[in-house]
C-alpha cells in the first residue's frame, strides 16, 4: 500500500490515468506555473510531467497532490473514494502513531554529492510560479531541522514546509514564520548567534510531503506520523551528510546548508495559499554548502493560487484530523471537523451539545489549539447529525438553527494568519463562532424543532433506482 | 542594466542556463528580485513593470522583520 519514493507513485499514478507527461520542450514561463494552475482546475486533474524544460537538464512534476483522485491514491484507497472516507481512513491510521522510521545508511539520495562550485539550477529546474512572484520559489521542499537545546531529541527534530525563494546559485531565502516550528529552532539558535542546520528534502514520498504540511505538536515526528498514515510500514531515514539530521532516504534532492543568524534580507511577494500575494518582507537567509541527489532527479514542485490548487489537498484533511482528535480529547461528543478551507481558516465542527452553550464553548477549544489559535477565524458549528464535509447540509444548518443576535460571537485582538489579507496588523485578527447548532437546556428553546425524517424504505428505494438507473 | 522592480543599479548575473545558450538569470543585490531574460517585457523592463509592484528605497528600509530577531543570551 505504501510507495517507497517519489517516483514509485507517479509509476502508480500514471497507471491510474491520473499522470500525464509533456514530451515537448517548454520553456520554463509561463508554462510549468501555467499548467499546475489548469492542471488544479480540472475535475479530479493529473500530476503533469515535464520531460524537457528549455535550458535545463532535468524534469519537473507538478499537481502530484493536486486532485481528490491523486490524494486518495497516496493513501493507497481506489481513486473514487469519497473524501469523508478518506477522512475517517486518516483518523483510523492516526491512532497507528509513533511507528518508528527505519534508519538505513545510505539510499538513492546519496548517488551524486556535490559540494563545490554549487549551482541549484544544475540540478533544479526553477521557475517563477506566479507573474508577481519575486523570483523563483521552491513551494514544495520538507525542510528538516532540530532543536539546538536538544540535538539529539529526534521528536524535536522537525520536518515542515516553508516558503523558499532562491537568491543565488548557493542562495535561498525561507520564510519562518514565528508560529512554525522551525521558528522555536530558529530562535534558540539566533539567541547564541549561532547557524541553524537544515537539510531540505524534494521530491519524497507523497505521504512525507504530506505530514510535513500536518500541524502536530512540537514533540512528534512527522516521519514517525508517516509511518502510521503508511498503515503501519515505516518510512527509511538516512543522515544528512553535514550535520545529525534525518532525510527520506528515497529523496530526489536534498540541499544542506545553514540558516545564517539574525541577518534578513528582502524577500516576496509571493502568490500565497489564501489567493493572494503575501508583501514583501525581510527574512531568513540560508546557505548551502552541499547537495546529494539522485541520479536524473526529478524537480517535484507545486502550484498555488485561488482556492482550489494543489496546495489545498495538503492541508485540507491533514489539517482536519489533528484539530478533530484535540477536540475529541476534551469533548467526546464531537462527531468530526472539517477545516479543509485555506488550511483551517475556516473550519466546520459537528458536535452533539451535552448543556446550553455548549457549540460554542466547543469552538473555543479549537481556537486554544496549537493550529486553531492563529490559523482559524471563522468556525460554523453544526449538530451532530450535519455530515460538516456536506456544504449543503451546513448551509441548511445555518439558515434553520442560527439566530444571529445570540449565535454569532466575534472575539477581537486574537492571533491571526499573516498571510490571510484581511488580517490587520498581520499577524491579528478577530474571531467569528457561528452556533448553528439546536438549543439544549439551561438554554431556552424558543420553539420546538421536529425534524423531518426520510418515509420509511427510503433507503431501499435508493438502492432500488440506483440498479435500475445503472442497469438501463 | 537597472533592476525591473526597484531600479537599482545592483544587478549581476546569477546564472546563465546550464543547457546551452538558452537564457540567462539576473538577480538584484539591493531587492533580490530575479528574472530571466526570456520572460515578457512586464517582467524584465523597468520601464514596463508593473508601478503597482514596484519596490523603492523607502520602503526597502522599513520592511516587516519575519521572524523577529532575539536579544543575544549571555554566553555562560
Known amino acids: 500500500m505504501a510507495y517507497k519514493d517519489l517516483r514509485e507513485f507517479l509509476q502508480k499514478l500514471e497507471e491510474e490515468g491520473q499522470l500525464v507527461r509533456v514530451k515537448d520542450e517548454v520553456m520554463p514561463e509561463p508554462h510549468i506555473g501555467a499548467a499546475g494552475r489548469a492542471a488544479a482546475n480540472l475535475k479530479n486533474g493529473p500530476a503533469v510531467l515535464f520531460e524537457k524544460v528549455a535550458g535545463y537538464k532535468n524534469q519537473v512534476v507538478t499537481n502530484v497532490h493536486g486532485s481528490w483522485a491523486n490524494h486518495a491514491l497516496m493513501m493507497g484507497m481506489p481513486k473514487d473514494t469519497p473524501v469523508v472516507e478518506q477522512f475517517h481512513e486518516l483518523n483510523r491510521r492516526w491512532d497507528m502513531y509513533p511507528v518508528p522510521a527505519k534508519h538505513v545508511s545510505t539510499g538513492p539520495c546519496k548517488e551524486v554529492k556535490i559540494t563545490e562550485n554549487i549551482n541549484l539550477f544544475e540540478v533544479l529546474p526553477l521557475y517563477r510560479i506566479n507573474t508577481w512572484d519575486g523570483g523563483f520559489f521552491i513551494s514544495k521542499a520538507s525542510v528538516v531541522s532540530r532543536d539546538p537545546e536538544f540535538p539529539d531529541d529526534y521528536n524535536k527534530q522537525n520536518v515542515g514546509t516553508y516558503r523558499i525563494q532562491v537568491k543565488g546559485k548557493d542562495r535561498i531565502g525561507i520564510q519562518a514564520l514565528a508560529f512554525h516550528d522551525i521558528a522555536i529552532h530558529l530562535r534558540k539558535a539566533e539567541e547564541m548567534n549561532k547557524p541553524l ?219 491571526g494568519m499573516p498571510l490571510d489579507p484581511s488580517s490587520y496588523p498581520p499577524g491579528m485578527h478577530t474571531k467569528m463562532i457561528i452556533d448553528a447548532t439546536t438549543p439544549v437546556d439551561p438554554e431556552p428553546q424558543l420553539r420546538t424543532v421536529e425534524l423531518v425524517e426520510d418515509p420509511p424504505k427510503t433507503a431501499e428505494w435508493e438502492k432500488l433506482l440506483r440498479e435500475l438507473w445503472t442497469a438501463k | 542594466m537597472i533592476c525591473p522592480r526597484c531600479d537599482s543599479k545592483e544587478v549581476e548575473v546569477m546564472v546563465e542556463s546550464p543547457v546551452g545558450n538558452v537564457w540567462t538569470v539576473y538577480i538584484c543585490n539591493d531587492c533580490y528580485f530575479s528574472w530571466r531574460n526570456t520572460e515578457g517585457e512586464e517582467i524584465t523592463n523597468p520601464e514596463k513593470y508593473s508601478k503597482k509592484w514596484k519596490l523603492n528605497r523607502e520602503i526597502l528600509d522599513n520592511l516587516q522583520v519575519i521572524p523577529p530577531i532575539p536579544p543575544l543570551k549571555e554566553q555562560a
Open chain 1, 197 to 415: 542546520r537544515v537539510a531540505i528534502a524534494l521530491g519524497v514520498d507523497p505521504i512525507i510531503t504530506f505530514m510535513a504540511s500536518t500541524p502536530i505538536m512540537y514533540d512528534q515526528s512527522e516521519y514517525d506520523f508517516a509511518g502510521a498514515l503508511r498503515g503501519g510500514e515505516p518510512v527509511e531515514l538516512v543522515k544528512a551528510e553535514t550535520a545529525n539530521l534525518d532525510v527520506p532516504a528515497g529523496a530526489e534532492v536534498v540541499l544542506e546548508g545553514e540558516i545564517i543568524p539574525r541577518l534578513r534580507t528582502c524577500e516576496g511577494p509571493f502568490g500565497e495559499f489564501p489567493g493572494s500575494y503575501s508583501g514583501v518582507r525581510a527574512q531568513c537567509e540560508i546557505k548551502i554548502d552541499t547537495i546529494t541527489h539522485r541520479e536524473n532527479p526529478i524537480f517535484e514542485n507545486l502550484y498555488l493560487g485561488m482556492p482550489w490548487s494543489e496546495i489545498d489537498y495538503l492541508m485540507a484533511l491533514n489539517t482536519s484530523v489533528p484539530l478533530y482528535k484535540q477536540l475529541k480529547e476534551s469533548f467526546p461528543e464531537v462527531q468530526a471537523v472539517n477545516a479543509m478551507y485555506t488550511h483551517g481558516i475556516g473550519a466546520i465542527i459537528s458536535t452533539k451539545c451535552r448543556f446550553g452553550g455548549f457549540g460554542k464553548a466547543v469552538a473555543m477549544r479549537l481556537l486554544s489549539t496549537p493550529h486553531g489559535m492563529p490559523y482559524t477565524k471563522a468556525i460554523i458549528v453544526v449538530d451532530e447529525y450535519v455530515d460538516p464535509f456536506n456544504l449543503e447540509q451546513v448551509m441548511w444548518a445555518i439558515t434553520t438553527r442560527c439566530k444571529p443576535d445570540k449565535d454569532v460571537t466575534l472575539i477581537e485582538n486574537c492571533p
